[in-house]
């Protein structure tokens, strides 16, 4: 059983940075990873996510060149920065986690089977 906790969301201005963290009570090596965001009135989307051999990352069209993930399997954490923010990337984050997880093309069809409470993100002035 694996425990995910998500930490570094808040409130920053457009342009700004945010680096979202994931902290797993247990090992996440063999994981699959994800990120997903879900905001008030829309449907949960993928944002990133990196295969459980780390040798496979995919993101959103609408998040490429300006979020990166990685993951420490030493400290079983996974981190999404987060550059260039702006007001449409404002959601609840959630970190997701699959044993042998991949990380297809379209991340929301990772039958992610661990989920964080989720981080909220506002990007505002």
């Known amino acids: 059983q694996v425990q995910l906790v998500e930490s570094g969301g808040g409130l920053v201005q457009p342009g700004g940075s945010l680096r979202l963290s994931c902290a797993a009570s247990?090992?996440?090596?063999?994981?699959?990873v994800g990120w997903l965001r879900q905001a008030p009135g829309k449907e949960r989307e993928g944002v990133a996510c990196?295969?459980?051999?780390?040798?496979?990352?995919n993101y959103a069209d609408s998040v490429k060149g300006r979020f990166t993930i990685s993951r420490d399997n030493a400290k079983n954490t996974v981190q999404l920065q987060m550059n260039h923010l702006i007001p449409a990337t404002s959601a609840v984050y959630y970190c997701?986690?699959?044993?042998?997880?991949?990380?297809?093309?379209?991340?929301?069809?990772?039958?992610?089977?661990?989920w964080g409470a989720g981080t909220q993100v506002t990007v505002s002035s």
């Open positions: 990196m295969s459980s051999s780390g040798g496979s990352t």
């Open positions: 997701a986690a699959e044993y042998l997880g991949g990380c297809p093309r379209h991340i929301a069809m990772q039958p992610f089977g661990y």
């Open positions: 247990g090992f996440l090596l063999d994981y699959g």
